[in-house]
């Protein structure tokens, strides 16, 4: 943008702290995903069991 102030330089403490970041990995996404694939897999197996094997 025409008014934007100057992007400050990094130094080697950002860059060394972005890579200890990189390197943690995505743990937490993974879990979270983990953890709404068991609840959407647990509501499908009690829909099943207590709706569609009932009416059968």
């Known amino acids: 943008m025409l008014n ?3 992007l ?4 080697d403490a950002d860059d060394r702290e972005i ?9 937490g996404a993974i879990a ?4 709404a694939t068991v609840i959407v897999l647990a509501c499908w197996l009690a ?5 569609f094997l009932p009416r059968s």
């Not at 979270?32 to 953890?35: E, I, Q, Y």
């Not at 829909?47 to 709706?51: C, E, K, P």
């Open 19 to 27: 890579g200890a970041i990189v390197r943690a990995g995505p743990k």
């Open 8 to 11: 400050r330089d990094r130094d």
């Open 32 to 35: 979270l995903a983990g953890v």
């Open 4 to 6: 934007s102030p100057p």
């Open 47 to 51: 829909f099943y069991l207590f709706v």
